[in-house]
Each structure stands twice: as structure tokens, then as C-alpha cells.
């Protein structure tokens, strides 16, 4: 061949490394381009060819896989030494090629040692690094090497060398993780069998999961056990997963986990396999301590999970089958809130460039942008939601991963690319225990391990995926089961596992029936007395994987679950829209319906329905601040759920809740006012109307959450709502008045107990009170008229019915002394009543108030008496003419300021006669309660105070009274609502949300127990 045809053929080379390769075309023209024959400079051809390379390097090898890559490389290398070349640029071209330095450099010392002749990797790695100016990492480049052990030695590894009795060669192993195969070499007297395919001495083979290499002597090396050494070779932290006597049994049913035993080792994939119902779920949540056993253990290198998990924190991730994604985040906001989550001492720039690389690895950066979306409504794909699921666990690497049904309902390639991704996991050191219900044989040649369980949850095969058809073959044969006699020799199919468990047996007509060959009893019975004995449990506790994960602080952590729902619900826009527009239209739909007016122009003080304006406006606060909250918690159950093996902040979780929902119903409410107060005519009380109505919605908003966290489902949380709304409205004060109720809830003196439980009641009261004292009008004269309504009560109701009460006395201590007990009632009567009047009015006290009180009635006391009430009457007779005058003064002062017209127009716009007829009982005709001990005014409460010490009081009471002094009831009403609210946040982080599953079984507990009793 001359020059000139050589170059022709090195282009043809050029254009199919560009373009399409095919490995025999290549192989062709390099045998034509490297012929022994030829004339040509070969070094020269190999310089023109990697120049021509390197010019356009991106087109390159764009459709071939690293495997296919591997080979055009290792052809090249052949070629070369065939002919005697000079190889120092090889590595140079396999780059060009397509393969990294990294593996080109190993494939270089795969190709190039011999017998007990290793590549000296220091030296290559410094010189190809000089050619490449760029720093190549040992820990890639390491080739694993098994060889026969001198004389007396035993089986160990030394360096980067497994020495194996009985083995006779070398074979070298070099593993490629983007493929999860290794590229193997022997070098030895004999051939070795590779999943029964011959391969010849110094010939290259790929060795793939499920795959094995016997020798000539019958000695196996399965990919499991390569695996193991190259980890151990490498340095990595060992993790065992040790199963002991593990048992567990659901209440009132044999249904469960039967006594199971194993051991397995990091570097694994362990696969569980069984028929729908058998308990792999169950067995996958003992695993991870989401069960607790009834017997047994879980260890993990020594540390029980169930007892330890302190000291298992990040060394267990669990994916379970439901997909736990923030539906409303995009596919990088998933990822990347859960990094800051992990990575509590990495800066925002690393978590970044951790999520970028972890997306791209798993073939998300396309999607990265957009909405997860939900199963329903669908964004992604389900193979999609599968990989973020797993790279959410994946992103603080875990050392052992659990994964339920990780290719339920998915496609065969989604499935397989998950099970690769789970490949790649093991592969770099962890372990991995897959539950999965029916794989197809490619994905099962994927595990290294295999549990199998049978019906009733009883483990019947622990052990290499490859011994498991032939294991179950040999225990049917015994039993006359002839499916599992001719299934082929060589087969990985797992569907015969599961055909030879459920092989039914057959009728005299030749038809199966429903009783099986092998019951599972039986098959547990195999297993204890074959396979269980063989795995023994250590004690010996030993150090645990480090791990990168690190929690960040309680503020970092309230702060990322604030952020990260936040941006939930501002991507949710018909979320978003509604809670915008519901407070506007229930503002105007109740405000215009009840702006009423008897003549053509609306005047305020005619709308008779303001009382209702202001009911209703507690109920809707109440209403948004339930509805905004009760699914909060319940739709994050599965998000909590997945960060449960996180241990994080139950407190930060709660609170950025609560900040958000409190953030809405402040928002809600102020629009819900905006409209409603402006159409209704209200002026001069926004702020107060508001600060009461958000106080109500906050404590909706609590009351939402316990009841999300309480409760297992939307639906019941609906049918909730109103079981909680309804009582708010009928004990509020206004629909059912508190003394109109069963006699046994109230005693007509203060409002009821049952009363004072209603954050209603107390938001009413504190708004309707307010909107009448402290109104533009009626504030100038409050406190004269309240002076004049108790001075005229007592002048005209209280001391008359008390000169009543003591001329009974007198009239009954004349006719006989069976009276006496009637006579002391009423005298001890008189006497609280002139107690109370001496306190609150500084009334001079009564003398013989201890005759009184003990019942002692003669002239001397009638006398005395009598004389004390007619004074006192005249004293509130004066203060009666006072506080009228004071009235009085106050209207001429106001109408020299603003005119007659003034005043009138004042009162039209802010006083409400039927607010004022609700809140002074005009329509009532009892003025008094007349107890066995007090006299109880009923008529006016507004103008009355009350005396209870700790702030209990009539309904429409203008201040409360508590720890002696008076405060105004919007205050005290306001703070009885927040201690409402404050009680139900303190249950919620104290006693209902368990950090673990975000549900609440401390709560539920507690009325199992109450059941039982």
C-alpha cells in the first residue's frame, strides 16, 4: 500500500469515527491501514489520523457506547503491537477516540502487563499526566489483580493484588463505572469459562452484573465477589446488614414476617422477590425501622436500628413505592431543597454544582425546569419521578438504600435505566435492597443477592440470584413438581421461581385445582434447615460509613421549609388565585346582601343586619383560616415520610407552616375587610375589625393543622370542618343566646364554659362591643351613659328589690319561727349585694352587716337597715343626675363643634341601632336574674362590669376584670383567643406530629386506650 491510498483509508477511519461506527468496518480498514506488507511510516499514518481527530473531537464517536469504544480502542492497540509500533501515543488516540484519560490510562495497564510484570501506575500516571497537562486520579485508574498466592500463603488481599488458592495466572480486572462492567484480561496456561463462553489466554472479556469466571479447577469468581475486592481494595468504609431471628405479625392476624435470618454486605444489590401480598413491603419497612419487630434484629455493622437510630443518622435512606415529590417544585427545586436540607455545612454554590451533577448523572438536566406535577396531572414521566425520587436519597449517599418497587409501572427502559442507576450505587459502595415484584431477566442478572418470600410471609430462599431456579428445582423434584424439572439448565428467568412456588396440583380430569404442590410452611422448612444456619449474626459493633451529610441549624432549617413552601404554593397559581379572590367575594357577596337601608339612600345606622355583618365576618375568618390549613400537613405526609431517616427539625417544619398560613390569613383578611367594611359602611375600626379577624383565622389555622396531622384523609378532614364549625356558630352568643341553653351548660350569671370555649364567641363579643363603644359617636359618651346605667339600675331595680327583700323579712319573722331559715336566706342576700356595692361603688358600709350575714333580724337591724337602703338610694340618685348631666354637657360641647346637623349626621354614620338594641337587650323584658344569692342585672350588659377575678363575665361585658383591674374587652378577648391558639401549637409540636411519619400516634394511642377501658 502505497502513501498515498494509506492516507485515503485513514480519512475513510476519520469519517466513521464521526459518523457511524461499525467495529468491523473499523477493524477492516485498521488491518488495512496497519498491514505488515505495506511501505508506509505507520507512526506517521497513526499522527496524521489522531490530528485529523483531535480537529473536530465533539463529532467524535457520538454514537458509540464506552463498551463499543473499549473495543475500536483495544483494536488499535493490537494492530500496533503487532506490527512492533512505538505505542507511547496510544492513550493520546484512545482519547481522541472518546474514551476519558482516566480509562484510557487503565485500559493502557490491562493491555500491557504480563506474567508477574505489572504496569509501574506511578510512573504512567505522571507521564500521561505531563501529556496531558492534567491531574489523573490513582483511585481511577486501579486495576484489580488475582493471582495464586506463594506456597503456604493464604487467602488475602496485598495492594491492588487478591491472592487465591488454587488459582493459577493472572487475571486482571479494571472496572468501568459509566458502564457498570469491568474489562478483564488473563493471563495464564488455560482457557477460563465467562458465563459459559471460552476465552482464550491474553484475550480481553467484558464481566457484567450476573455474570461469573470459572477456571480450569472449578474456581468461580462471580461479579458480587470482584466487586467486593476492588471495594476493598479501594479503601472503602465495609457496611453489613445483618438480620437476626427478625419476626413481626400484624394485630389479630398471622399475617407478617416469619422468623428471617441473613447477612449482606455493601457493593450489593439485593433483590426481594415474591408474589403480590407476601410482605415485602412490610419486610423493607423492619429493615428500615419504620416497623418495629416483634422479635429479633436489624443490625447495621453492629448498631440496632430500632434502638440506635441516633447513631444511624444518614446512613439509611428509604424510597418508597409512592412517588414523595414536592408536586408543585420543579424537578430542580426538588433536589435542590432537599441538598439544603442534607447539607447543613455546604456553602450554596457546592450544594449547586452537587444538584447539577446529581441531575445530569440521572439524565434530568432537560427536565430540570420543569413542574414535577402529580399522577394526575402529569408533567414528567414516570420513569422521570422514579429517578428524582431515587436521586433525592441519592444526593447525601446513603450507605444502605431501601426502594419499594422502584420499576412499578414503568416502561422497560425506564425500568432498566433505574436499575442501572441503582447498579452504579452498589457498584461504588453501598448497599442497596430493592423490592421488586416480577423484574425480567435482564433487570434480575442485575442483583447480586436474592431473597425470596413465599405467602404468609415466609422467607424461603436467601442467596445468588443464579443458584435460586436451580435451588427450588431440586427441592420440586422431590415432590413430583415436573414444571420445574424441564425448565432449561441455564436460565435466569424469574418467573420460574415464582411458577415453581405457585405450581397447583392436578385433578383426576387434569385440571389444576387451587391447593399448591409445596405449601409455604413447607418451603420455610427448606429454608431453616438449609440456608438460615448459614448466616450468622456478629456482635462486634464496627465503625460506621462517613457520611457527607450534616443537618443544618434549626433557623437554616425554617428557613428552607419556608422558602421551599412558599415556592409550592406560588407555582400552584389556581391555588394562588383562589385564596386571592375568595376573601374579595365573600366580603362582597356578605356585604352587599346585608347593606340594608328602609329608604333609597343607605344610611348606616337604619341597617338592621349589622349584628349578622359582624357574625358572619368571624365565621368566614374562621372558614379561610381552616380551609387554608387542613390539607397542609396531610399533603406533606409522604414528604415527611421520605425525610424521616433525615431527623430533622420537627419544630422548624411546623413553624414554617405556621408562618406561611398566619402570612395568608393576614393577607385574606385584610381584603376580605378592604371590600366588605367600605360596601357596609364601617369607618375608623379597620384596625381593630382586623386584628380580631386574624386572630380568629390564626387560630383556624392551628386548629387546621392538628386536625391535618390527626386525620388519614382528605375526605375525613372535610367531614371534620363542619363538625368543628358548627359549634363555633351555635355557641357564639347570637344564634342561641348563653341563657337560652340546657340548664345544665349555664348558670345565667356569666357566660357558660362551654360559651367560653368558642373562639367565636370571644371574636364576636370583642367586635361587636368594640364597633358600639368605640365608634366616632359613641365613644364621647360611653363612659357618662355606662355611669348612667348603673346608677339608675341600682337607684330604681337593685335598692327597691332590696327594700323588698327586707320587708318580707319583716313580715315573716311576725308569724312564726319556722321562718327563720326563709329570713336568713334573704337577709344573707341583702348582705352580698351591699358587699358588692361597698367594693365597686365605695358605698360607707353597713353596720350590722354580720347580723346580717348570720341571719339576725330585730327592730334595731329592720330599722338600721331600712335607713341604710333609703341613703344609698339617694346616692345613686345623684350619681343618676350627675352622669345625665355629664351626657348632657358632652352633647352641647359636640354641638358647638359640629352643629345640630353635625351631631345627627355623626350618629347616622357611625352608631347602628340594631347593634345597640343586641348589645343593651332592648327587646328583652327580664331587666334581673334573681339567684339564691345575687341579684344578676340583665338589662344594658354593654354599660355593666363585671367582678369575676380571672376575667370571666357577662356576654357584651365593655371590659374585663382580672388580677384587679379592668381591661378592655377587644384586648382580653384578643389574648383569650391567642392562648386558644398558642394551646393548639403546643399540642401540635408536644404530643400530635411524630417527627418520624409526620402522623400523630400519640393522640390516637390515647383514644385506643380510652376505647379499651
Known sequence: MDKTTATEFVNILVDLAQNEWDIEQCEYVISAILDESSSVNYEDLLTVFHSKLKSDKEKTCKNLTLEQRIEIATLFYKAIKRLKLDDSNVVQIWNALGVTIDEAVCLYQLLTFELSAKVDIAELIAEQSNKFDKSISENNCRIIYIESPKAGAKNNIINDSYFKQGFEGQLALVFFPKIASYLGRYVGPNNLLVDDESVLPNSCFFFRPGSSITTKNNITFRYDDINRIRLKIGGIQPLQLAVDELEFSFPDSNQGIKKFSTVEESGRIVGILGGSGVGKSTLLNLLAGKLNPQNGRVLINGYDVHKEQVDLMGVIGFVPQDDLLIENLTVYQNMYYNARLCFGNFSKQRIKEMVEYTLKSLDLWEVRNLRVGSTLDKVISGGQRKRLNIGLELLREPALLFLDEPTSGLSSSDSAMVMSLLRQLADSGKLIVVNIHQPSERLFRMFDRLWVLDKGGYPVFVGFPEDAVKYFKEKSAKTGNYLASNLPKHRYNPEDILDILEQREVD?????????????????????????????????????????????????????????????KLSNKPYIILNILEPILLGLILSF?????????????????????????????????????????????????????????????????????????????????????????????????????????????????????????????????????VPQILLSGTVVDFDNLNSALTRRIYVPVIGDMMTSRWAYEALAVTQFMDNRYERNFFDAEMQVSQSAFKASLLIPRLQVKLDECIRLSSLSDSNRNDIARHLKFIANELEILEKRDNIPQFELIKDLKIGNLNNQVASELSGYLLYIKKVFQQNLQKATEKRDSIYESLKEELGEKGIYKLKQNYHNKALSDWVLRNNEVAKYLETDERLIQKAEPIFMLPDHPFGRSHFYAPYKYFNGQYVKTIWFNVIAIWLFTIFLYTILNLFILNKKTGKAPVLKNAIMKFIQR
Do not use: H
Open 593 to 725: 346582601f346585608i347593606r340594608y337601608s328602609p329608604g333609597s339612600e343607605y344610611v348606616f345606622e337604619a341597617n338592621k343586619n349589622l349584628p349578622a355583618y359582624i357574625f358572619m365576618s368571624v365565621i368566614v375568618s374562621l372558614f379561610l383560616g381552616l380551609s387554608v390549613s387542613a390539607e397542609e400537613i396531610i399533603g406533606d405526609r409522604k414528604i415527611l415520610e421520605r425525610e424521616s431517616f433525615l431527623n430533622l427539625s420537627r419544630f422548624s417544619y411546623i413553624n414554617s407552616k405556621v408562618l406561611y398560613l398566619f402570612a395568608l390569613s393576614a393577607i385574606q383578611t385584610i381584603l376580605f375587610l378592604a371590600v366588605s367594611l367600605s360596601i357596609i359602611g364601617i369607618y375608623g375600626l379597620t384596625f381593630k375589625y382586623w386584628v380580631v379577624l386574624f386572630s380568629s383565622a390564626c387560630f383556624a389555622n392551628m386548629l387546621g393543622l392538628v386536625i391535618s396531622a390527626i386525620m388519614r384523609s382528605v375526605v375525613a378532614i372535610y367531614i371534620t370542618i363542619p363538625l368543628l364549625l
Open 508 to 568: 383426576s380430569d387434569g385440571s389444576y385445582t387451587a391447593k399448591r404442590v409445596v405449601a409455604p410452611e413447607k418451603w420455610y422448612r427448606y429454608y431453616c434447615e438449609d440456608i438460615k444456619p448459614l448466616y450468622q449474626t456478629e456482635k462486634q459493633k464496627n465503625p460506621l460509613p462517613r457520611s457527607k451529610f450534616r443537618l443544618p441549624d434549626v433557623v437554616k432549617q425554617l428557613k428552607v421549609f419556608s422558602i421551599r413552601n412558599f415556592l409550592s
